[in-house]
């Protein structure tokens, strides 16, 4: 695969694939957004390791 990548790329002279920013979609910005909500809530409880998340859990 990377002899493959580097033979094309020496042929095209360039990379050969596009290279861009991908732009994020409305639902992936909002589940952003409430994620951040969230990290800033004050009443949303944090926990510090999947093992203390675990316990809460099975409670």
């Not at 990379?15 to 979609?25: D, G």
């Not at 951040?36 to 409670?59: A, V």
Request: aromatic share 6%.
């Amino acid at each position: 695969a990377v002899n493959l990548f580097l033979r094309q790329s020496i042929r095209e002279h360039r990379i050969p694939f596009e290279i861009r920013l991908e732009v994020s979609n409305q639902d992936t910005i909002s589940a952003i957004q409430e994620a951040e909500e969230l990290l800033n809530d004050p009443k949303t409880k944090h926990f510090t390791s999947t093992e203390e998340l675990f316990k809460e859990l099975n409670r």
